[in-house]
């Protein structure tokens, strides 16, 4: 069974760092597109970051452009988020998911496998 599993959430101080990382297991091959989503209680889910992991190419949403780095180890199967300078808005639950080539990069109907989710806290 294909799953996605996120690790690396916790709680942090704004300016703080954190480091999220994907793990992926139960399929063969590779997804064409890895990405990070967040979601706040009462909103819809957000993208944050996905990248091609065909050519390595990424996709940042506005809110974390120059903040946050989305890369990717494709022996491991692997994809790591690395957030800075959090601040309180950055509060969310981070999903991985794993999908193909239809639809937008932030389109979650591109992305047909999600993990669980994983808290990530900011305090001001």
């Known amino acids: 069974q294909a799953q996605l599993v996120e690790s690396g959430g916790g709680s942090v101080q704004a300016g703080g760092s954190l480091r999220l990382s994907c793990a992926a297991s139960?399929?063969?091959?590779?997804?064409?597109?890895m990405g990070w989503f967040r979601q706040t209680p009462g909103k819809e889910r957000e993208g944050v970051a996905a990248?091609?992991?065909?050519?390595?190419?990424?996709y940042y949403g506005d809110a974390v452009k120059g903040r946050f780095t989305i890369s990717q180890d494709n022996a491991k199967k692997t994809v790591d988020l690395q957030m800075n300078s959090l601040n309180p808005e950055d509060t969310a639950i981070y999903y991985c998911?794993?999908?193909?080539?239809?639809?937008?990069?932030?389109?979650?109907?591109?992305?047909?496998?999600w993990g669980q989710g994983t808290q990530v806290t900011v305090s001001s």
């Open positions: 998911a794993a999908g193909g080539i239809a639809y937008g990069v932030f389109d979650r109907r591109k992305y047909n496998i």
């Open positions: 990248i091609d992991t065909g050519d390595g190419r990424q």
């Open positions: 139960g399929y063969t091959g590779s997804r064409a597109f």
